[in-house]
């Protein structure tokens, strides 16, 4: 295997909020564009109905960076990705690009996309807690499953109040502060179609081939979510490794005269 294959689930971010937050703002002041002070007002700011703001939103309730910090984090990670896939295209190592004046504009499209595109997912988390069993030698109840406990658990529901949708709300609430223009029509496409929803294919392969931004932005969201933010148990190992423990090894015969290798059926045969 590449990588580990048993990767602990994280209850926090790697790096504290306040850090984070502060390069997430300077990044997003660093474009200059109309209204981002606005709206980095506002993504700190209380949500008014229970949800939670930029700051302590999780980036999903329990696929990824399900905690607080997490989307912060996340969009963070997109940044990093898609800076370096924009430094690949354009064959420049990525502490060069910044120097190449063709390219900034470029680095503030894709500033401005990364930072921006789960914009949906402010307000739209809730914190709850919910009884769930859980299992050890010392419980005090039990069932068919062994001795448990009944504890308290923290976790994360959704409360989608907007409806516009994943990447068409992030482009709406962009649009409140920065204005109808305050992004480029190619910003607007990558946002809109950076999870790469293929349920349309023609639409969606359209848009990559016209809009590079758009295909870069769903190529970093991805790395960002299973490469950065990864997590896995190791079940799937335990299974195959179970398996081949009671599995016997074929033992291929050597070839015949006709150049077969096998029983007189021509399969081969198993090891005894």
């Keep these: ?50 949800t939670l703001n930029f700051l302590e939103a999780p980036a999903s309730t329990r696929f990824h960076g ?16 898609l800076y370096a896939l924009l430094a690949f295209e354009l064959h420049n190592e990525p502490d060069e690009v910044k120097k190449s004046p063709a390219a900034e504009s470029m680095v503030d499209s894709i500033t401005i996309v990364a930072l921006l595109h789960d914009l949906c997912k402010v307000g739209f988390y809730k914190e709850d807690w919910s009884n769930k069993k859980i299992y050890s030698e010392n419980g005090s109840k039990q069932d068919k499953g062994g001795r448990f406990d009944w504890v308290e658990v923290h976790q994360y529901r959704v409360l989608d109040t907007h409806k516009f949708g994943h990447g068409a709300a992030s482009i709406e609430i962009a649009e409140r502060f920065m204005g109808i223009n305050g992004l480029t029509e190619e910003e607007k496409y990558a946002i809109r179609y950076h999870m790469g929803d293929f349920s349309n ?20 969201d991805i790395a960002a979510t299973y490469l950065d933010e990864r997590e896995c148990d190791d079940s799937g190992d335990l299974f195959w490794a179970n398996l081949n423990a009671f599995a016997r090894p074929v033992k291929k015969e050597p ?3 006709n150049g077969q290798g096998g029983n007189s059926d021509g399969q081969a045969t198993e090891s005894t």
Excluded: C
């Design 66 to 81: 399900s905690y607080a910090g997490g989307l912060l984090e996340h969009s963070l990670n997109v940044y990093k990705r």
């Design 201 to 220: 294919e023609r639409e969606t392969g359209d848009v990559y081939n016209r809009y590079p931004l758009a295909t870069l932005l769903h190529m970093a």
């Design 255 to 257: 070839a015949d005269n």
């Design 1 to 50: 295997m590449l990588f580990d294959t048993k990767i602990e689930h994280r209850t926090e971010p790697k790096r504290p909020i306040p850090e984070m937050w502060k390069e997430y703002v300077d990044l997003l002041v660093g474009t200059k564009r109309v209204g981002v002070k606005r709206l980095l007002g506002w993504l700190q700011s209380d949500m008014g109905n229970g």
